[in-house]
């Protein structure tokens, strides 16, 4: 994935780095169709960033308001953002009164962590990790080859599936204790 340019999946916009060494601490355009005549808004990871933690901001032009480009923006933004091994937390702090902004960080999947009478915190946290099902899953399909490899289902199958449990586990302890390291937060 080219972490300069991105394209919404339906094709209506796309996304451009101002400057493109520097994509956490750019100004982002948002543009219909990779056309430089329309601008529908930009966004930025403007303000304190915290291990592990970036802010997010995002400014729509009127014309493009109320038509989920917006809301597409902060998924898409989000999912972008977590594909960097270091990142796991999206923050946007929004004025209580904005009512459409806090919609749309709500259908994007944000949830409110604090709230003071002027304003809101919304976050959205990158999935855990499920390495357990996955490898239990090859397990069972490698202890079933390995059972009838030797003819006894049970014990390959037995063995599958404690292979993939301990894969699995280590591997999902291995990405917690990153985590733990990173940005001190259990």
């Known amino acids: 994935m080219k972490k300069d340019k991105l394209f919404i999946k339906n094709g209506d916009s796309c996304f451009l780095a101002t400057d493109k060494e520097k994509t956490f601490d750019s100004d982002w355009e948002i543009r219909l169709n990779n ?3 329309d601008y529908v808004g ?21 014309l493009y308001r109320d038509k989920n480009y917006a809301t597409e923006t902060i998924r898409r933004m989000a999912e972008w953002a977590f594909s960097f091994a270091n990142i796991y937390e999206v ?21 409110l962590r604090s709230a003071t009478k002027e304003l809101e915190t919304y976050s959205i946290t990158k999935q855990k990790s499920a390495w357990t099902g996955l490898y239990v899953a090859i ?33 999902d302890a291995k990405t917690k204790k990153q985590k733990e390291k990173y940005t001190g937060k259990k």
């Open 35 to 37: 056309d430089t005549k």
């Open 42 to 62: 930009k966004f930025s990871f403007e303000g304190k960033k915290e291990a592990g933690t970036i802010p997010f901001y995002i400014e729509i032009e009127p």
């Open 91 to 111: 923050k946007v702090v929004i004025e209580h009164e904005n009512s459409a902004a806090v919609t749309a960080f709500q259908k994007a999947g944000y949830v």
């Open 139 to 171: 397990g069972v399909v490698a202890g079933l080859m390995l059972g009838i490899l030797f003819s006894n289902m049970y014990m390959g199958f037995a063995f599958g599936i404690i292979g993939g449990v301990v894969a699995g586990t280590s591997m």
